[in-house]
């Protein structure tokens, strides 16, 4: 059974470009939350996808956005991209709208330069 | 407004030795409360839950207890490990929210 996926791996962006994330949930989950983590910070919460739409967003600017398909799988968007969004991005999954554990992807490293 | 916190930011052991990452939260609506374990370049990985309504829990080789009077949470590892060295996060979610809120993590040293 594989766990939450997330790709790229690794990204390197330029300041101001746009940036796609993708992630697959856990087979048999339908929840995904995306989270930021800057280095040596926990994790901080962007924003949850529940049947294809936006439930909770937390304090991130619109530049951040996403999708939900129809499978599950989600996208994360940033536009414009900053120096300062250079983070981990991670995905986790859950199953019944988010009330059970969540599990987290290995996360996309992203650079903006 | 909603917080979690941990005691301290490091913690050394001697392998064979138990550890116990503490955790304090402030949100008293909070329900659901998670322990993570990451390891450097990796997500972070589900340790053992616990809802409001028990104070214990035990896992393999892992205890969780919650003081919901002091907003206290605590992970008890034992016989601990080279292997367990790493961040160690606790969450929590309640109320209304839908996130998760992380504290920053205590990092985990186990010397062999």
């Known amino acids: 059974d594989a766990g939450v996926t997330q790709s790229p791996t690794h990204l390197i962006k330029t300041r101001g470009q746009q940036v796609t994330l993708r992630c697959s949930p856990k087979s048999g989950h339908d929840t995904v939350s995306w989270y930021q983590q800057a280095l040596g910070q926990g994790p901080q919460f962007i924003f949850q996808?529940?049947?294809?739409?936006?439930?909770q967003r937390g304090n991130f600017p619109d530049r951040f956005s996403g999708h939900q398909f129809p499978n599950y799988s989600s996208e994360l968007n940033v536009n414009a991209l900053l120096l300062g969004d250079s983070a981990l991005y991670l995905c986790?999954?859950?199953?019944?709208?988010?009330?059970?554990?969540?599990?987290f992807g290995q996360g996309t490293r992203l650079t903006v330069v | 407004g909603e917080s979690v916190g941990l005691h301290l930011p490091t913690l050394s052991v001697q392998e064979g030795d138990n550890s116990i990452i503490n955790c304090a939260y402030s949100n008293s609506a909070s329900d659901y409360f998670i322990w993570y374990k990451q390891e450097s370049g990796k997500g972070p990985q589900f340790i053992i839950d616990i809802r409001s309504n028990m104070d214990k829990r035990q896992g393999q080789r892992v205890t969780v207890l919650l003081n919901k009077t002091v907003k206290h949470l605590s992970l008890q590892i034992a016989a601990t490990q080279p292997g367990d060295s790493a961040v160690y996060f606790c969450a929590e979610k309640g109320g209304s929210n839908y996130k998760l809120t992380f504290g920053k993590g205590t990092l985990l040293t186990v010397n062999p």
């Open positions: 996808y529940y049947e294809e739409e936006e439930r």
């Open positions: 986790a999954s859950s199953r019944g709208g988010g009330t059970t554990e969540a599990f």
